[in-house]
């Protein structure tokens, strides 16, 4: 049974003596466990959880409106903003979105790369949702671990783009700049490691008995509701529904990589923390077979009146300094016409829908990102269970206010 | 999919698509509730008269649409009709995407909501309140969920300074 999500319980008339026995909680919006800036009014029984209702926009900065007011590709650092745990994804969504309205050609090796950076983005978000969830639930430890490696991610993206996190490095057409030369092997050292690491967070957690106490059979979402509630992404596959857009919905060269997509039938948060394990060293898989298969070329498209010139060649050629000029001082048209483009982000589907009007500057930008549907199943989660699963589930969700409020 | 075909307008997408399962249960349902069509880049666009949204969802999530995605609002300011709202719906079993159409007029714009039909769109039919000003009836809370509860105007409308007021 879903709950159709209704009055703010704080707002809501109280029924005579219903009420009685029953007290309201305010958890957030600064809270430990909530992960950014999130309020939740709780209303319980005792411990039981009888109501829960999510109110958000506290990092509401109007996004999509800022958008309206700049050129194509001053969008893509907006994008790095609104969900700062997956740079990367922001970015490759935007930018396919974009290029399928001018119809542009993206040669293979800057394809290639950008599944690369994509998963490995993927790879850092799962890395935080494991320290905090982890943390959430009392195992301090965990947390230490995961964030050693998301350094090195770190460390690989800053090599790559001079940014540790804002990297806006995928651009309408390719990338910002041509990889360094040591940027293949860091990755080649990273991810053979890693599988030990995660051997590791599993060690420590999968046979841990207080975290499988308060995961195993907490938060469950059965696959019908997961539907019918909009929820994507880990948690869909979670509770039954073998759904990837990587795989059904092939986007940026993803058809030319071998992987699986793990499904659990529980639902519950143990279910969760399993599908996103199993998702971690299948991340591992397609970079390896990005690196092995890394093709030879150009790493932006032929079109120089959309993608900036190199360096040199601006220099030294008047034609790309024309184009240089012009396009950074007056942007480039874009056809009429509206498109969306979805992809498989860390923590669900990631949709942007761009309506262009033919001008420089895009019509209207809009942003759906997975965190904001997820929220609703919340309260159908929580509902029944004690108050300290919340955050269990809070936690097993894998929300960033950046994104629900953009 | 016809992916590098593009049918503008109705009859065209008729004809060159007669076979989609979204193309075939609206005809089935009721013909005269699909204003416009249009196949573009890959993507099927379906504008619906505006009091029928609600069955033509239930109509399209019967036919195997059974994933709401997102919705969201376009104002074309000052054109007429104003507001356009598109509704994205995915199939699972199909792998494809359809996008419903509704096209509202500018003065005290209303829409049946699909909350009923679709619990998800629950959140997404507020945040078009809250930053369009459309109204959905037989929503279950139709209040802002972004901005502040007594914030006035509302900003995504192209007539609402990107600045804001100061």
Redesign the interface.
């Known amino acids: 049974m879903i709950d159709t999500i209704g009055t703010p319980i704080f707002q809501a008339p109280v029924a005579e003596g219903a009420h009685d026995q029953h007290m309201i909680l305010n958890l957030g919006p600064q809270h430990p466990s909530m992960h950014g800036v999130l309020r939740l009014e709780v209303e319980i029984d005792g411990e039981i959880v009888v109501r829960l209702y999510p109110e958000i926009g506290y990092l509401h900065t109007g996004i999509e409106k800022t958008c309206e007011a700049k050129f194509y590709h001053q969008v893509v650092p907006l994008t790095d903003r609104v969900n700062y745990l997956d740079p990367l994804s922001n970015n490759l969504c935007y930018c396919l979105a974009v290029e399928k309205l001018l119809d542009l050609e993206i040669p293979q090796k800057a394809q290639w790369l950008r599944v690369l950076l994509a998963e490995l983005s993927r790879l850092n978000s799962h890395l935080i949702w494991l320290g905090t969830h982890a943390m959430d639930i009392g195992a301090l430890t965990v947390f230490l671990y995961t964030f050693r490696e998301r350094e090195e991610i770190l460390r690989i993206f800053e090599g790559l783009s001079g940014q540790r996190m804002m990297t806006s490095y995928i651009r309408i057409g390719g990338l910002a700049l041509e990889p360094p030369l040591d940027f293949l092997d860091r990755v080649q050292g990273f991810i053979k490691t890693l599988p030990e690491k995660i051997d590791e967070y599993s060690n420590l957690l999968t046979g841990n008995p207080i975290f499988k106490n308060r995961l195993k059979g907490v938060g469950y979402l059965s696959a019908a509701d997961a539907v019918a509630l909009g929820v994507t992404g880990p948690i869909l596959r979670a509770s039954g529904v073998d759904s990837d857009l990587r795989r059904d919905m092939p986007y940026s060269g993803y058809e030319n990589f071998q992987f699986q997509v793990p499904t659990s039938t529980d639902g519950d948060c143990w279910a969760r923390y399993e599908v996103r394990l199993i998702e971690m060293r299948e991340s591992v898989k397609i970079i390896q077979q990005a690196l092995d298969g890394m093709p030879e070329g150009p790493f932006k498209a032929d079109a120089p009146k959309i993608v900036l010139p190199d360096r040199e060649k601006m220099k030294t050629q008047m034609e790309a300094l024309i184009h240089h000029f012009k396009i950074v001082t007056e942007g480039f048209a874009v056809p009429a016409g509206e498109v969306y483009q979805g992809i498989e982000a860390g923590h669900g589907q990631t949709g942007y829908y761009v309506v262009s009007d033919g001008t420089a500057k895009p019509y209207r930008v809009h942003m759906r990102y997975p965190s904001f549907a997820t929220l609703q199943a919340l309260e159908t989660m929580c509902k029944g269970r004690m108050l300290a699963d919340v955050v269990a589930v809070v936690g097993s969700i894998d929300i960033v206010l950046g994104e629900i409020d953009r | 999919m016809a992916e590098a075909k593009t049918f503008i307008g109705k009859a065209a997408v008729l004809e060159g698509l007669p076979e989609h399962p979204a193309v075939k249960a609206i005809l089935a349902w009721k013909p005269e509730a699909l204003m416009d069509a249009k196949f573009?880049?890959g993507?099927l666009?379906l504008t619906i008269a505006r009091e029928e949204i609600r069955a033509a969802a239930a109509t399209v999530q019967a036919a195997g649409y059974?994933?709401?995605?997102?919705v969201?609002a376009?104002?074309w300011f000052p054109s007429s009709p104003r507001f356009q709202l598109?509704y994205?719906i995915?199939s699972?079993a199909f792998?494809?995407?359809i996008?419903l159409r509704v096209m509202l007029d500018g003065e005290a714009p209303a829409v049946d909501s699909i909350?009923p039909i679709?619990?998800?769109?629950?959140?997404?039919e507020r945040e078009v309140f809250d930053?369009f000003g459309i109204l959905f009836d037989g929503h279950?809370?139709l209040?802002?969920?972004?901005?502040?509860d007594d914030w006035q105007g509302h900003?995504?409308r192209k007539d609402?300074p990107?600045e804001g007021y100061r």
């Open positions: 573009d880049r993507e666009t059974n994933f709401f995605e997102d969201t376009v104002d598109s994205h995915l699972h792998k494809e995407r996008r909350t679709w619990p998800g769109a629950n959140f997404y930053l279950p809370n209040r802002r969920i972004l901005m502040p900003p995504l609402y990107v």
